[in-house]
């Protein structure tokens, strides 16, 4: 089957760390680029990180440069986010997805996991 | 940073009605955009994608046009499954960024 397994999540103080994985199956994982995306009630969905098919590429949103690191393993087809300096504002449902679905110079984002809920909070 | 502004923010809509949900760009983003619906506890599902493009399996009463800053979805047709939120997101240049989401309840 093909799919995206996230895992990881949970409460967590401020100021700590935490660390996300999703599990790929069904689909060459290392074919395509992998990012996290998060959601929250107040402000929507958020593209967090991407990271490219062999890791070499990374590239993150501004609210979480040099807390957050994007890492892939190929040989386990398995997605990483190590969070660390965790703040509120990052309570959030956490995705990953894929972009598989490719059209005139771009790749969209047709596969995703169920999410893993990380709560920031004292 | 591009801005994706999608109006309505809510909807309410009967069955069988025609919908049409509008997503604008802060700047022009030829025909990187995507799509969204999303139902409460589940994951985005992809409906089209290159602004106009449906995904596979998506049923044909989902249709996407525009190109630069102005897009639409439309719903024809609307069936009960299809009450939901829906997204926009663009491709143009990272960082990718999505729209805040149009709402459809039953009327």
């Known amino acids: 089957e093909v799919q995206l397994v996230e895992s990881g999540g949970g409460l967590v103080q401020p100021g700590g760390s935490l660390r996300l994985s999703c599990v790929a199956s069904?689909?060459?994982?290392?074919?395509?680029?992998m990012t996290w995306v998060r959601q929250t009630p107040g402000k929507g969905l958020e593209w967090v990180a991407n990271?490219?098919?062999?890791?070499?590429?990374?590239l993150y949103v501004d609210s979480v440069k040099g807390r957050f690191t994007i890492s892939r393993d190929n040989a386990k087809t398995s997605l990483y986010l190590q969070m660390n300096s965790l703040r509120d504002e990052d309570t959030a449902m956490y995705y990953c997805?894929?972009?598989?679905?490719?059209?005139?110079?771009?790749?969209?984002?047709?596969?995703w996991g169920r999410g893993t809920l990380v709560t920031v909070s004292s | 940073d591009i801005q994706l502004t999608q109006s309505p923010s809510f909807l309410s809509a009967s069955v069988g009605d025609r919908v049409t949900i509008t997503c604008r760009a802060s700047?022009?983003?030829?025909?990187?955009l995507a799509w969204f619906q999303q139902k409460p506890g589940k994951a985005p599902k992809l409906l089209i994608y290159?602004?106009?493009t449906l995904q596979s399996g998506v049923p044909s009463r989902f249709s996407g046009s525009g190109s630069g800053t102005e897009f639409t979805v439309t719903i024809s047709n609307l069936q009960p499954e299809d009450f939901a939120t829906y997204f926009c997101?663009?491709?143009?240049?990272?960082?990718?960024?999505f729209g805040g989401g149009t709402r459809v309840e039953i009327k």
């Open positions: 997101q663009h491709l143009n240049s990272f960082p990718l960024t």
């Open positions: 700047q022009g983003i030829s025909s990187y």
């Open positions: 990271i490219n098919r062999d890791g070499s590429e990374k």
């Open positions: 997805a894929t972009p598989r679905s490719y059209l005139s110079g771009r790749y969209y984002h047709d596969l």
């Open positions: 290159a602004a106009s």
């Open positions: 069904g689909f060459t994982f290392t074919d395509y680029s």
